[in-house]
């Protein structure tokens, strides 16, 4: 069961790799228009006068290759979902226990959280599609760095983490940091993007000519953020230092992942209070939540390699 | 402030006075803290200033460390330690940012909260003039039944959507009926800084009125402890107790036990103990693991860790024995563990009953539960499946009684430096199993007799607990509701008909409706009200 967790583990990725070559050619070739009108009536939907909501017959391009490519880059995210499901699902059997007990698994259930959140975003908005390279991208690196550096074979839990708190705490954070590692990329394609409007040429604003428009990317990534903020607080927050509690004595000792868990918390709530404030940018706001995303890889790589904490499941490989 | 104050005021503008311009200076800063873009710089304030406090080590933390780091950075550490940089979060820059940012919080949302109150109890206003401009708008619509029936219709439907609704009757003989929806966005939110609040004031009550204290217990019922100060080994009270405070208990540790997978890795521990919560009182068995501590009243006694302490008997040159149980210290996995014994009062001649300071011994070195049979230097699993003891024997002065507490964990390293204590074994150490025994050169005798278990304990209390964790789920409950939430206004005009229809009865129904902050489905609210509205039927 181990050896075949690796291996789906492979495959996840190389069909993660697939997806993002296919919406790479989509980009290269993509129908500018096409996804542009696509965009805009889903933008209609959400709250502009109703009188512009009829939706136009939509004339289907007759040879998009392009849109071609980007459809073939969504059914192989979607295998590479279930590949990724089964990697996961097979090192819980091999390990006789949730899979969650080691900076490798932690990984490999966050991207889990973050490519099924991306999939249900592109069930209710397909015009969201050229996003995905920059999803895949994401989903790609992670799960690289999961297998370069943090590999873990698989081994049952130190008595610590034997606790219903293991299920509760770890999945409510992993389930926030999927959607939040989703959230971070309209966050910054909508910054790229507002450039790009705003007439920048250069590198990283060109990238901003195909994916959709900025106001859609920005209330994407409101409502992802809006939407993880509560489950990260309730875990990170609230079943974190009840566990630590009951395992420590105290619930809460400023360890090192204690620590960064709420200066991700802070600036999360900054970003939610900039976008509440009316005389701050949205684009200040955005590069809010990328600083907030910024923390929460400094927890889990910089916290788990490089400082010494009580988070036993924290360590990277060994153990 | 007197009678002065309230003679008439001279016609003349009196020239602006200076406390004038000190109070205005003292609102305009107060306006400035209590702006959101204040609020919105302190927490950035507060996440950089949390920053340093996971760099270095912290004394609350792991005191350890912060010795070590001031081995290795003799200079650069005092400077460190004067700005704070080993107790960063209780350090003053750190305490000035929460309680700036938490005065601004009361700052503004006490103002919110009576604002909040007084929305509360206002009614909707009237529709406006032209409903077709607002975002949401349905035509008009013709159904039957007279204006005053269809307008109290069209206010059941919006009442079972549970909208705050107010019909008004117009001279023209229009009706109109104007609700609103989603206050529970700003009570959450409302709720959610309150609750910020009272989770400080917990963690601050918790900090002066809390205690804790570590105690390293051995195994046995002939020995335990009982709750105070001095039992432990390192302990702190809140500034607010005193050590009378600490509630009665006593424990000793009847059993502990350790499970290991075959790589070492530890699956389960246990502790069994006996208790006893008054005095001469009875002794009541209870257990207690890693994740489920003991929790007594107001006392709570947590299982840290273990470890081995070998059992030692010593012979001196008169024959007379003395045996001590002493913890060595597990410094890694498989719990290969240091530890020095230490006999300070052997060697005593009968005759004279005086004690020799240069006669005293000393024995130091390594325990490991399993011997590496390649002759390694540590353990290789946790348990004792080939135990054995390497130590290395002294004697001399041991400067256990020159006034400063020696650690009992290692030897004072001075009297070696300056020679008054010696090294009487050979180079390497002393290999010793259970049951053997070892004699030095001057005839004396030690004896390995086995070892006991130990357990590492914190005790703890900590009686705002309740109140924190309180505050934290009503915030969550407040950050849901205002996440959610979105206030939205509807409003329909009943008009009688003009025209031709004129005088045959019926109404003609128009909506409009505005979303009062950003909230993307409310089309298709709007639509399900104007919907239900019409399917209400006229009473
Ligand atoms: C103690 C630190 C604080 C934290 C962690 C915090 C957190 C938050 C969060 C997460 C929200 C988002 C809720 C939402 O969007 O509805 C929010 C909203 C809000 N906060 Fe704070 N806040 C803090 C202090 C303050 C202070 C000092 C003020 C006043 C100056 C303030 C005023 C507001 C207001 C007015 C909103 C509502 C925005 C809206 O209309 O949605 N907060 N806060």
């Not at chain 1, 136009?56 to 980007?70: K, Y």
């Not at chain 2, 309150?194 to 989770?199: D, R």
């Not at chain 2, 002939?222 to 509630?247: H, I, K, M, T, W």
């Given at each position: 069961?181990?050896?075949?967790?690796?291996?789906?583990?492979?495959?996840?990725?190389?069909?993660?790799?697939?997806?993002?070559?296919?919406?790479?050619?989509?980009?290269?070739?993509?129908?500018?228009?096409?996804?542009?009108?696509?965009?805009?009536r889903?933008?209609?939907?959400?709250?502009?006068?109703?009188?512009?909501?009829?939706?136009?017959?939509?004339?289907?391009?007759?040879?998009?290759?392009?849109?071609?490519?980007?459809?073939?880059?969504?059914?192989?995210?979607?295998?590479?979902?279930?590949?990724?499901?089964?990697?996961?699902?097979?090192?819980?059997?091999?390990?006789?226990?949730?899979?969650?007990?080691?900076?490798?698994?932690?990984?490999?259930?966050?991207?889990?959280?973050?490519?099924?959140?991306?999939?249900?975003?592109?069930?209710?908005?397909?015009?969201?599609?050229?996003?995905?390279?920059?999803?895949?991208?994401?989903?790609?690196?992670?799960?690289?760095?999961?297998?370069?550096?943090?590999?873990?074979?698989?081994?049952?839990?130190?008595?610590?983490?034997?606790?219903?708190?293991?299920?509760?705490?770890?999945?409510?954070?992993?389930?926030a940091?999927?959607?939040?590692?989703?959230?971070?990329?309209?966050?910054?394609?909508?910054?790229v993007?507002?450039g790009?409007?705003?007439?920048?040429?250069?590198?990283?604003?060109?990238?901003?000519?195909?994916?959709?428009?900025?106001?859609?990317?920005?209330?994407?990534?409101?409502?992802?953020?809006?939407?993880?903020?509560?489950?990260?607080?309730?875990?990170?927050?609230?079943?974190?230092?009840?566990?630590?509690?009951?395992?420590?004595?105290?619930?809460?000792?400023?360890?090192?992942?204690?620590?960064?868990?709420?200066?991700?918390?802070?600036?999360?709530?900054?970003?939610?209070?900039?976008?509440?404030?009316?005389?701050?940018?949205?684009?200040?706001?955005?590069?809010?939540?990328?600083?907030g995303?910024?923390?929460?890889?400094?927890?889990?790589?910089?916290?788990?390699?490089?400082?010494?904490?009580?988070?036993s499941?924290?360590?990277?490989?060994?153990? | 402030?007197?009678?002065?104050?309230?003679?008439?005021?001279?016609?003349?503008?009196?020239?602006?006075?200076?406390?004038?311009?000190?109070?205005?200076?003292?609102?305009?800063?107060?306006?400035?803290?209590?702006?959101?873009?204040?609020?919105?710089?302190?927490?950035?304030?507060?996440?950089?200033?949390?920053?340093?406090?996971?760099?270095?080590?912290?004394?609350a933390?792991?005191?350890?460390?912060?010795?070590?780091?001031?081995?290795?950075?003799?200079?650069?550490?005092?400077?460190?330690?004067?700005?704070?940089?080993?107790?960063?979060?209780?350090?003053?820059?750190f305490?000035?940012?929460?309680?700036?940012?938490?005065?601004?919080?009361?700052?503004?949302?006490?103002?919110?909260?009576?604002?909040?109150?007084?929305?509360?109890?206002?009614?909707?206003?009237?529709?406006?003039?032209?409903?077709?401009?607002?975002?949401?708008?349905?035509?008009?619509?013709?159904?039957?039944?007279?204006p005053?029936?269809?307008a109290?219709?069209?206010?059941?439907?919006?009442?079972?959507?549970?909208?705050?609704?107010?019909?008004?009757?117009?001279?023209?003989?229009?009706?109109?009926?104007?609700?609103?929806?989603?206050?529970?966005?700003?009570?959450?939110?409302?709720?959610?800084?309150?609750?910020?609040?009272?989770?400080?004031?917990?963690?601050?009550?918790?900090?002066?009125?809390?205690?804790?204290?570590?105690?390293?217990?051995?195994?046995?019922?002939?020995?335990?402890?009982?709750?105070?100060?001095?039992?432990?080994?390192?302990?702190?009270?809140?500034?607010?107790?005193?050590?009378?405070?600490?509630?009665?208990?006593?424990?000793?540790?009847?059993?502990?036990?350790?499970?290991?997978?075959?790589n070492?890795?530890?699956?389960?521990?246990?502790?069994?103990?006996?208790?006893?919560?008054?005095?001469?009182?009875?002794?009541?068995?209870?257990?207690?693991?890693?994740?489920?501590?003991l929790?007594?009243?107001?006392?709570?006694v947590?299982?840290?860790?273990?470890?081995?302490?070998?059992?030692?008997?010593?012979?001196?040159?008169?024959?007379q024995?003395?045996?001590?149980?002493?913890?060595?210290?597990?410094?890694?996995?498989?719990?290969?563990?240091?530890?020095?014994?230490?006999?300070p009062?052997?060697?005593?001649?009968?005759?004279?009953?005086?004690?020799?300071?240069?006669?005293?011994?000393?024995?130091?070195?390594?325990?490991?539960?399993?011997?590496?049979?390649?002759?390694?230097?540590?353990s290789?699993?946790?348990?004792?499946?080939?135990?054995?003891?390497?130590?290395?024997?002294?004697?001399?002065?041991?400067?256990?009684?020159?006034?400063?507490?020696?650690?009992?964990?290692?030897?004072?390293?001075?009297?070696?430096?300056?020679?008054?204590?010696?090294?009487?074994?050979?180079?390497?150490?002393?290999?010793?199993?259970v049951?053997?025994?070892?004699?030095?050169?001057?005839?004396?005798?030690?004896?390995f007799?086995?070892?006991?278990?130990?357990?590492?304990?914190?005790?703890?209390?900590?009686?705002?607990?309740?109140?924190?964790?309180?505050?934290?789920?009503?915030?969550?409950?407040?950050?849901?509701?205002?996440?959610?939430?979105?206030?939205?206004?509807?409003?329909?005009?009943?008009?009688?008909?003009?025209?031709?229809?004129?005088?045959?009865?019926?109404?003609?129904?128009?909506?409009?409706?505005?979303?009062r902050?950003?909230?993307?489905?409310?089309?298709?609210?709007?639509?399900?009200?104007?919907?239900?509205?019409?399917?209400?039927?006229?009473?």
């Amino acid at each position: 069961m181990a050896e075949l967790s690796d291996q789906l583990m492979a495959f996840t990725v190389l069909a993660y790799l697939a997806a993002m070559v296919c919406y790479a050619a989509e980009y290269a070739f993509g129908n500018r228009s096409h996804i542009g009108r696509a965009a805009t009536r889903q933008l209609v939907g959400a709250g502009a006068p109703a009188e512009a909501v009829e939706p136009e017959p939509e004339p289907a391009p007759p040879r998009d290759r392009g849109a071609l490519l980007g459809k073939i880059g969504v059914g192989l995210t979607w295998l590479a979902f279930a590949l990724h499901l089964g990697t996961v699902v097979t090192r819980g059997i091999a390990a006789h226990r949730m899979p969650w007990g080691n900076m490798y698994e932690f990984i490999l259930a966050v991207t889990l959280v973050g490519s099924a959140v991306w999939l249900g975003v592109l069930t209710r908005k397909p015009a969201v599609r050229h996003l995905g390279l920059f999803a895949a991208l994401a989903l790609v690196v992670l799960l690289g760095a999961a297998g370069l550096i943090a590999y873990t074979p698989v081994s049952p839990l130190v008595p610590a983490l034997n606790s219903y708190w293991y299920v509760i705490h770890v999945s409510t954070i992993i389930l926030a940091s999927g959607i939040l590692l989703i959230g971070a990329v309209p966050a910054a394609m909508f910054l790229v993007r507002t450039g790009y409007d705003a007439g920048k040429r250069s590198f990283p604003y060109t990238l901003g000519a195909k994916v959709p428009p900025a106001e859609m990317l920005e209330r994407l990534t409101f409502r992802l953020h809006a939407f993880a903020f509560p489950l990260f607080t309730f875990g990170a927050l609230i079943a974190g230092p009840l566990w630590a509690e009951a395992s420590w004595g105290r619930y809460w000792g400023w360890d090192p992942k204690e620590v960064w868990a709420f200066i991700s918390w802070v600036v999360y709530a900054a970003y939610l209070h900039a976008r509440a404030t009316p005389s701050v940018k949205r684009t200040t706001a955005t590069w809010i939540a990328l600083v907030g995303f910024v923390t929460m890889l400094m927890n889990l790589f910089g916290v788990n390699l490089f400082f010494e904490g009580l988070h036993s499941y924290a360590n990277a490989g060994g153990m | 402030m007197t009678a002065v104050d309230q003679r008439p005021a001279p016609a003349a503008e009196p020239p602006p006075r200076r406390p004038n311009r000190a109070w205005a200076l003292l609102r305009n800063s107060w306006r400035q803290l209590t702006s959101m873009r204040t609020a919105l710089v302190l927490l950035f304030l507060l996440a950089v200033a949390a920053i340093p406090g996971s760099v270095l080590p912290q004394r609350a933390v792991n005191a350890e460390n912060v010795a070590g780091y001031f081995r290795d950075h003799p200079d650069l550490a005092p400077v460190l330690d004067r700005l704070g940089g080993f107790d960063v979060y209780a350090s003053p820059w750190f305490a000035s940012i929460y309680l700036l940012l938490f005065t601004s919080l009361v700052g503004c949302v006490v103002p919110r909260l009576l604002d909040h109150a007084r929305a509360l109890r206002t009614v909707p206003p009237d529709a406006p003039r032209r409903l077709e401009r607002l975002p949401q708008h349905a035509a008009a619509e013709p159904r039957p039944g007279d204006p005053a029936a269809v307008a109290a219709a069209i206010k059941a439907a919006l009442r079972g959507r549970r909208f705050r609704t107010v019909v008004r009757e117009r001279p023209d003989g229009t009706w109109t009926v104007s609700a609103e929806k989603g206050f529970l966005k700003e009570t959450g939110n409302l709720l959610f800084h309150f609750a910020l609040l009272a989770v400080l004031i917990g963690v601050g009550f918790g900090h002066w009125y809390g205690w804790h204290g570590n105690r390293l217990l051995l195994e046995g019922t002939d020995v335990g402890f009982c709750n105070s100060l001095a039992q432990y080994d390192e302990s702190s009270l809140g500034p607010r107790l005193g050590p009378a405070d600490l509630p009665f208990f006593c424990l000793r540790l009847t059993d502990f036990h350790a499970t290991y997978q075959s790589n070492g890795q530890p699956k389960t521990f246990g502790a069994d103990a006996d208790v006893q919560t008054e005095q001469d009182g009875p002794w009541r068995p209870v257990a207690f693991t890693v994740n489920h501590p003991l929790r007594l009243s107001q006392a709570n006694v947590h299982l840290l860790g273990h470890g081995y302490a070998p059992i030692l008997r010593f012979t001196d040159r008169f024959g007379q024995q003395q045996t001590r149980t002493v913890p060595f210290l597990p410094r890694d996995q498989m719990l290969t563990s240091e530890g020095v014994v230490q006999f300070p009062d052997v060697n005593i001649d009968p005759k004279t009953g005086k004690r020799d300071e240069d006669l005293q011994v000393a024995f130091e070195g390594v325990y490991l539960p399993t011997v590496d049979p390649a002759g390694g230097a540590t353990s290789i699993f946790p348990a004792e499946r080939e135990p054995a003891l390497f130590l290395t024997a002294y004697r001399g002065n041991l400067g256990v009684d020159a006034g400063l507490p020696g650690s009992v964990y290692a030897l004072d390293r001075g009297q070696l430096a300056n020679g008054e204590l010696k090294q009487v074994s050979g180079q390497r150490p002393q290999r010793l199993t259970v049951g053997q025994s070892w004699t030095l050169d001057d005839g004396t005798k030690l004896e390995f007799l086995g070892t006991r278990q130990f357990a590492t304990l914190a005790v703890r209390y900590d009686p705002t607990q309740p109140l924190v964790l309180g505050g934290a789920v009503l915030g969550l409950l407040g950050l849901m509701l205002s996440l959610s939430g979105h206030r939205r206004r509807v409003w329909f005009r009943v008009t009688p008909p003009a025209g031709p229809e004129a005088g045959g009865g019926g109404s003609l129904v128009e909506a409009g409706g505005l979303p009062r902050t950003d909230y993307p489905g409310f089309r298709e609210e709007f639509e399900q009200v104007v919907a239900a509205a019409r399917d209400e039927r006229t009473p």
